[in-house]
Each structure stands twice: as C-alpha cells, then as structure tokens.
C-alpha cells in the first residue's frame, strides 16, 4: 500500500512543481524520456513521461526507456522513502535492478532532486 501512494506523491510532486517552478520548466525542456518504477511482479508501479517540456504518468509498466524494478513493494518503500542512500543500499544487497538507458535513468535522479529537496 505505501508504495503505491509513494509513486501517486511522486506524479503529484512533479504535477505542482511543473506549475511553479521555472527551473524545472527549462531542465525538462530538449529531454524526453519514460521512466518506470515498479515490481518485479509487475503488479504495482507507474510510468513517468517526460516529453514536449511537459510530464504525465500512466501505468503502462512495460514500455520504457528506463526502469527501476525492485524486489517487492515494501522494500521499494522502504528504500525510496530513505532517499539516495536507501536506494544506494538497495542496489548493493540486490533488491531493485535498473533496466534500460543508463543515461535517461541518471536524467531522472537529477529530476528527482526538484521534488525531492
């Protein structure tokens, strides 16, 4: 259940700053890319979409540019909620794989960090 409100905050997040944000207004502008975050079940996740400057989320799971698939729902809660360091422990004890464009996954942490801080 945590996971899954998590991700609706994340869209929520990246909705208000879109609106208020000059910044990230021009950081999204020339990038455009689809980011998944789900479980490796492929039960709960959703998709980011970055493109035209603009961003939305639907919950096609597997069509992407770059996907972070963790083992389960709780574990990506847990870590996610940590922030940088708690996904860090994570990708060291195997509990989430980063599938896809190395590179557009990079963009998206950069992009976490106007809603994250």
Avoid: P
């Amino acid at each position: 259940m945590g996971f899954s409100i998590f991700l609706k905050l994340l869209v929520w997040k990246f909705k208000r700053i879109l609106k208020t944000n000059k910044g990230f207004k021009k950081f999204l502008m020339g990038h455009e890319c689809r980011i998944v975050i789900k479980t490796k079940d492929g039960k709960k996740g959703k998709r980011f979409i970055f493109e035209n400057g603009g961003f939305s989320s639907d919950n096609a799971l597997g069509d992407y540019d770059a996907a972070m698939i963790w083992s389960d729902a709780k574990t990506a809660f847990r870590s996610m909620k940590e922030g940088e360091d708690g996904i860090k422990r994570a990708l060291q004890n195997h509990q989430v794989s980063i599938d896809g464009q190395v590179h557009s996954f990079t963009w998206f942490g950069a992009a976490l960090k106007f809603v994250t801080t």
